[in-house]
């Protein structure tokens, strides 16, 4: 018997209306350069998103079509947040520090017509002068007195705005529709676009604003710190918004002494970021005796938190939630907190628990796979493998790869997430480690393969292996482990190999330090054993 009820469409559309419609008084925030913040309410916002739709339909975009947006945490960014895919578009947020290479080569996989770009960021999408075939306009956003972009066509974002002959009519959307979509850094290769649906979108929404730390209430003020050009923001400025809090933009003044005074002067309750963010603002507090008594929860994710990390926030009175994620998993996946009758355990082990990843969003499923075998692990805390997820706002297929090259997906429909983890019997999951031997700095992905193939370029190199070693501030940084061509002299030193790598990577890439050693282990397929070489090498310590 087929059920008799109305089959309406989750779109991110109805999260907007909802939005404006019945928090329309509500607020959103947004640090400047210079002067005050920039403040308007949800109706305002509601008000210039449907120009701005309308602005973008007169420029000829229409379903299905790519539009990119290379920017900080704002509110004009947001405002594309919801114009582009309640129009049917497709918003594709461009990582603004990635290489200009990877920036071409994701900017034309995508086929984007239009980018929104802050004025900070120009100069990043200059250097793609004669590269975009298929950009034909660039919107300019923020303060600054940049009028033009060497890509295309440059229009200013109020101009644009003001352009609009009305506000928009939002077309009626299939929900399966494309909503948005990011690149991952693929292990091999180019990265993997990643795109999601509004349906993907609307129910990510839904259950992320049920867990966040206690669950999102419309009573918060949430400030996302996690770049708005990472999968979606984690989803937390629709799930916000969804419950009417207000919400904090940070733009691009991350750092602790800025983030601390910004949480502090606008009494923000949660926010989200990777641990990097996290041990720096802890150290800031930690100097300056400062506390931010409004702050009832951080969201952690991205890399793993040390327990260390979780501790030294409860010392200052705040608590750090841990989830685990991927751009394939829209990106939340699981999320930590303690269930009620586990909080009568001895703090040493609620905090060993805490430092997990948490456990499954509903509507995700998990499996941790033997590596060897393929067999499904059992789930004692201990036995660890492959983490395979499955669910309504997981990736099934990348971008432009339906034939799946790097065997990502199962034949019996799971993502192979290329994280190493266990499961303990109340469904919390660690992960260990992870398969793909990608370099995870400041929240930002290294590929070791790539790096190595550049420092093995130089002419003195016979062997590169590049490895993430643990970082204070970092959670990780690149580590190059070469073995010398037999006629290198001794100008091959550290320094050389940096500056050799520095033009041809972006500066973040350039490795913090280089050991020289004779021979790398290999594994029986001949490829360098990263094992053994973070076992076996005596590497530096790194901050
Ligand atoms: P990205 O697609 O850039 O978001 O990176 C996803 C990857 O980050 C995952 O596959 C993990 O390897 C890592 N990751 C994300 N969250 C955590 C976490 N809480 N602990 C450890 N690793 C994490």
């Known amino acids: 018997m087929q059920g008799l009820m109305m089959e309406t469409p989750l779109t991110l559309t109805s999260i907007f209306e909802h939005a404006v419609r019945y928090f329309g008084r509500k607020e959103i925030v947004t ?39 290379f920017a900080w945490n704002t509110y004009e960014h947001l405002e594309c947040y919801y114009a582009i895919p309640c129009l049917g578009a497709v918003m594709h947020t461009v990582n603004i520090r990635l290489h200009p290479d990877q920036l071409a080569f994701i900017i034309n996989d995508a086929e984007d017509q239009v980018i929104f770009c802050d004025r900070s960021v120009v100069a990043a999408l200059d250097q793609l002068a004669g590269r975009l075939p298929t950009v034909r306009l660039v919107v300019l956003m923020g303060p600054g007195s940049v009028q033009t972009c060497q890509v295309a066509e440059t229009v200013d974002y109020e101009a644009f705005l003001a352009s609009a002959d009305g506000e928009v009519v939002w077309p009626e959307l299939d929900e399966d529709s494309a909503a948005a979509m990011c690149y991952t850094s693929g292990t091999t290769g180019n990265p993997k676009g990643v795109v999601y649906s509004h349906r993907s979108s ?3 929404s839904l259950t992320t604003a049920l867990v966040a730390g206690d669950g999102a209430r419309e009573t918060d003020r949430y400030l996302p710190v996690v770049p708005m050009f990472h999968a979606n923001a984690w989803g937390g400025i629709y799930a916000f918004m969804l419950v009417g809090a207000d919400i ?18 606008e009494r923000v309750t949660v926010t989200a970021g990777v641990p990097s963010v996290w041990t720096l603002l802890l150290a800031e507090m930690n100097r300056t005796g400062e506390r931010l008594p409004d702050l009832h929860a951080i969201l952690c994710g991205g890399s793993a938190a040390p327990a260390a990390l979780i501790a030294g926030f409860d010392q200052v009175g705040l608590r750090l939630y841990h989830a685990w994620g991927m751009t394939e998993t829209s990106p939340v996946g699981t999320h930590g907190s303690i269930k009620s009758y586990l909080r009568t355990l001895p703090e040493a082990e609620q905090l060993a628990l805490r430092a ?10 998990l499996r941790i796979v033997d590596l060897a075998t393929g067999e499904r692990c059992p789930e004692d805390g201990t036995t660890s493998g492959e983490i ?15 034939q799946d090259a790097d065997h990502r997906f199962t034949t019996d429909g799971w993502l192979r997430t290329g994280d190493v983890g266990t499961v303990d019997a109340e469904g919390y999951l660690e992960i260990v480690d992870r398969t793909k031997d990608l370099v995870k700095s400041g929240g930002e992905w290294i590929s070791s393969v790539q790096l190595e193939n550049t420092i093995m370029a130089h002419p003195q190199v016979l062997e ?12 990780e940084r690149p580590v190059a ?17 940096q500056e050799f790598v520095r033009d041809q990577v972006a500066s973040w890439w350039v490795p913090d330090a280089v050991v020289f050693v004779k021979e790398i282990p290999k594994t029986s397929v001949g490829k360098f054993d990263k094992k053994r070489l973070r076992t076996e090498l005596p590497l530096p310590v790194l901050g």
Not at 358 to 365: I, N, R, S, T
């Open 31 to 69: 640090q400047r350069p210079e002067g005050p913040p920039h403040r308007y309410t949800y109706a305002e916002c509601g008000r210039r998103v449907r120009r701005l739709a309308r602005a973008l339909q007169q420029a000829g975009i229409g379903p299905g079509d790519r539009v990119a947006t």
């Open 202 to 204: 609307y129910l990510h």
């Open 248 to 265: 904090v933009l940070p733009d691009r003044f991350l750092d602790p002494q800025h983030l601390l005074q910004f949480l502090r002067s």
């Open 356 to 365: 997990k990843q948490g456990f499954p969003l509903p509507g995700v499923e």
């Open 388 to 402: 395979q997820v499955r669910g309504p706002w997981i990736c099934r297929a990348y971008y432009h790869d339906e």
């Open 464 to 475: 590169a292996a590049v490895i993430g070693v643990p970082h204070p501030k970092w959670s």
């Open 481 to 497: 482990v070469v073995v010398p061509r037999a006629d290198a002299g001794p100008a091959l030193t550290q320094a050389a190999i």
